[in-house]
């Protein structure tokens, strides 16, 4: 269990993350399965586009089905049917998203169930306990995560609170076939970034993981902060930005150092009918699709666009059927995924600031204005053929 650097340019990275369930090239995109499955799709579709680890939450996990039956099962890879690595978060982001049902205090947070209110107390050392009856192969600690705007004295508390936490959740920590990642906090301001780092890096980990960020704070401040703390760990440890799955979020965190990720977002938006092709986003819902007979994207090799035109995914989409959100899910995940190991292979082979401006020319964000109609765009993009 080990992270190999193989190839770096500039501050780009390609290595080998090894786990007790398979080796993991980075950068790499972890699809997220929070209640063990990644939605609408099976492992046998994950298999099939390339997905290498998935992500699952201790929190949800433990409210149900309940990390005993997990563990009575024989863990989560064979509750789950799957055989590739698994990586758990702690629940401390739910400490951010479901803020009105929980109450952070000095030795941990009390949430109350999202489903049935009922109370439930996470400490650091309970959280790992929870992750070593899960038996995923890379596991989080409880931490601290607070929204964009929040006060200097609260950001300061949690930057203590979290560094706490890790201590108690490495001395705790038994399982010698699961990586226990630190997680460094901070918000937006650099000095604090610097003492959190600092501090994990003197218990010892065997990788980092960046967290709050994504919370609210704009694109360059995230970039910048994600940067500077990146410089910060060590070269020859993982280095994990959390919640973060855009296309352009991607490309512009591996190029400052970045080698893993999480996020929901392309999963998330493949259901809300946004698909994702090689010069921005589409909204299917459009009329503009209803009569094109071809694929999402020419270049594209998934089971989507191999058996199914973009007229037939609009149909489908309107009418509200559920395979829709099997092949809209398919086409995501394999772009991003696809978009992930052309990066490495560029790493790897010297050129990746040329692929990184390429992408940059043509990749339009979805909170930039689109300049061509989407139907003459997408019209245009079936004519590069291989």
Not at 68 to 78: E, R, T, Y
Not at 171 to 181: G, K
Not at 214 to 242: D, H, W
Not at 288 to 309: A, E, M, W
């Amino acid at each position: 269990m080990s992270f190999d650097l193989i190839k770096s340019e500039g501050l780009a990275r390609a290595g080998i993350l090894r786990t007790a369930h398979g080796d993991v090239k980075t950068p790499i995109f972890m699809p997220v399965a929070t209640q063990g499955s990644v939605k609408s799709v099976s492992p046998d579709d994950l298999y099939e586009i390339g997905a290498q680890i998935i992500l699952g939450n201790t929190y949800h996990l433990y409210l149900r089905p309940g990390v005993d039956l997990i563990q009575n099962f024989g863990g989560i890879h064979k509750y789950i049917n799957w055989k590739k690595p698994v990586l758990t978060d702690s629940g401390g982001f739910q400490g951010f998203s479901l803020q009105h049902l929980r109450s952070i205090k000095y030795d941990g947070i009390e949430f109350k169930s999202h489903i049935d209110g009922s109370s439930h107390f996470f400490s650091p050392e309970s959280t790992v306990k929870c992750q070593e009856k899960i038996g995923a192969d890379i596991i989080m600690p409880l931490d601290v995560c607070l929204q964009q705007g929040s006060k200097d004295s609260e950001v300061q508390e949690a930057v203590k609170l979290t560094t706490e936490w890790a201590k108690k959740s490495k001395d705790i920590h038994s399982r010698n076939n699961q990586l226990l990642f630190g997680i460094v906090q901070g918000g937006l301001d650099e000095n604090l970034r610097v003492e959190s780092t600092n501090d994990l890096i003197n218990i010892g980990f065997p990788g980092y993981a960046i967290g709050g960020l994504s919370v609210g704070e704009s694109k360059p401040e995230m970039y910048q902060i994600a940067k500077f703390t990146s410089a910060l760990l060590p070269k020859n440890k993982p280095r994990y930005l959390m919640g973060v799955g855009s296309p352009e979020d991607l490309i512009e965190c591996i190029a400052i150092g970045i080698d893993m990720f999480d996020c929901v977002l392309p999963t998330r938006v493949a259901r809300n009918g946004v698909l994702f092709v090689d010069y921005g986003r589409i909204n299917i819902y459009n009329a503009q699709f209803r009569d094109l007979d071809g694929p999402i994207q020419i270049k594209c090799k998934c089971y989507t666009c191999k058996n199914f035109s973009i007229g037939y995914l609009h149909h489908l989409y309107r009418s509200k059927e559920i395979l829709y959100y099997r092949l809209a899910t398919i086409h995501n995940l394999n772009y991003i995924l696809k978009l992930i190991d052309d990066i490495r292979n560029h790493i790897i082979s010297g050129d990746f600031f040329d692929f990184l401006s390429d992408f940059r020319s043509k990749y339009v964000p979805s909170n930039q204005k689109v300049r061509l109609e989407q139907k003459q765009k997408w019209l245009n993009s079936q004519r590069l053929k291989d």
